[in-house]
């Protein structure tokens, strides 16, 4: 049977449908002030194991290394952290149940808590600049053309990219069907 404005009916429908969808879909995104870092900047925030950790970052004249922990990323607090190292440590990832920091000088550590660290051995010596966690994939990248990666964080291997004459990598992401973007410096 065809009624008068069936059509018009089912296409509000639809669109009321949809526009659900979307607003139903939308993610919350509220920005947070005052982390605990003061006039540094942060690195990296990762979470995992039910918390959130927070690497303070370098600032160009002192060295910190001062993680912070919370649960509802809103009160911090340090952490009194063991086995950290005293290199400069640049980015924070999480993921395969470990937290996960980089460093100059090839430096890698894992913490199942972000409290007790312990240093792996990355396979390199140039400094490792940023850590990400993609389709359960651990990837550090930095520079001289520097990327290793670690299904578990702990043992890490070598990838070699032609990149032709980019000196570091700088930045990665990822789409569809495992194809990779290197944002390189020449």
């Not at 920005?31 to 370098?58: H, I, W």
């Not at 660290?117 to 010596?125: I, V």
């Not at 053309?145 to 032609?162: C, E, F, K």
């Amino acid at each position: 049977m065809n009624y008068p404005g069936k059509k018009a009916c089912l296409l509000a429908l639809l669109f009321l449908f949809t526009t659900g969808l979307s607003i139903a879909q939308t993610p919350l995104i509220t920005a947070q002030a005052g982390f605990p870092v003061g006039n540094r900047p942060s690195q990296q925030l990762a979470f995992g194991n039910g918390g959130y950790v927070l690497l303070e970052g370098y600032n160009y004249t002192s060295l910190s290394n001062a993680l912070y922990r919370s649960s509802n990323g809103r009160s911090w607090s340090p952490i009194t952290a063991t086995g950290l190292s005293g290199t400069q440590l640049n980015n924070l990832a999480f993921g395969a149940g470990l937290f996960v920091l980089v460093g100059n000088s090839g430096v890698v550590q894992t913490s199942a808590d972000g409290t007790t660290w312990t240093s792996r051995t990355s396979g390199t010596s140039s400094n490792l600049n940023r850590i990400y966690f993609i389709n359960n994939l651990f990837y550090a990248i930095g520079t001289g053309r520097t990327l290793i990666t670690s299904a578990d964080g702990i043992s890490w291997s070598p990838v070699v990219i032609n990149t032709g004459n980019a000196s570091d990598f700088v930045y990665v992401t990822h789409g569809r069907q495992w194809r990779f973007c290197f944002v390189c410096t020449q």
